[in-house]
């Protein structure tokens, strides 16, 4: 079984989800990592600027590799804005994402974390094209 992206009757393309997430876990594609970064980016962007983060359902992939590149350069940027307008005092707020209200946790933890997921993610994607290529 894998979690990947689909066009649905509209076209738009969506993500596979399970509230409860299966044991085994479903590998991803790559195009379901790809959006699971610009889901889980464009929340850590809202939570850190104090706007309201985007529904998962409202986060959709883009529809093809050279338009999902393009939206991750564009968090990209936005992230780094983010973390570039911060002042010290900001930058040692609380913050509850990913982790919840009680985490004791600030916005530099939060950078942190969004710099281990983003590696991870991407060591993924790597390892699914390296499996790609020598299965060619």
Same mark, same amino acid.
């Given at each position: 079984?894998?979690?990947?992206?689909?066009? $649905?009757?509209?076209?738009?393309? !969506?993500?596979?989800?399970?509230?409860?997430?299966?044991?085994?876990?479903?590998?991803?594609? +790559?195009?379901?990592?790809?959006?699971?970064?610009?889901? @889980?980016?464009?929340?850590?962007?809202?939570?850190?600027?104090?706007?309201?983060?985007? $529904?998962?359902? *409202?986060?959709? &992939?883009?529809?093809?590799?050279?338009?999902?590149?393009?939206?991750?350069?564009?968090?990209?940027?936005?992230? !780094?804005?983010?973390?570039?307008?911060?002042? *010290? *005092?900001?930058?040692?707020?609380?913050?509850?994402?990913? &982790?919840?209200? *009680?985490? #004791?946790?600030? +916005?530099?933890?939060?950078?942190? @974390?969004? #710099?281990?997921?983003?590696?991870? #993610? +991407?060591?993924?994607?790597?390892?699914?094209?390296?499996?790609?290529?020598?299965?060619?």
């Amino acid at each position: 079984m894998t979690w990947s992206v689909r066009p $649905d009757d509209a076209g738009v393309w !969506r993500s596979d989800w399970a509230e409860t997430e299966p044991d085994p876990v479903p590998v991803p594609t +790559i195009g379901w990592l790809t959006w699971h970064i610009m889901w @889980w980016w464009s929340t850590a962007v809202a939570h850190v600027t104090g706007a309201t983060p985007p $529904d998962r359902v *409202d986060v959709t &992939w883009p529809g093809n590799g050279a338009a999902a590149v393009s939206r991750l350069r564009d968090l990209a940027g936005r992230w !780094r804005a983010t973390l570039t307008e911060l002042t *010290d *005092d900001q930058r040692t707020e609380p913050s509850t994402f990913p &982790w919840g209200a *009680d985490a #004791n946790r600030t +916005i530099i933890h939060t950078a942190l @974390w969004v #710099n281990v997921e983003l590696t991870k #993610n +991407i060591a993924e994607v790597g390892q699914l094209r390296l499996m790609r290529a020598a299965s060619a």
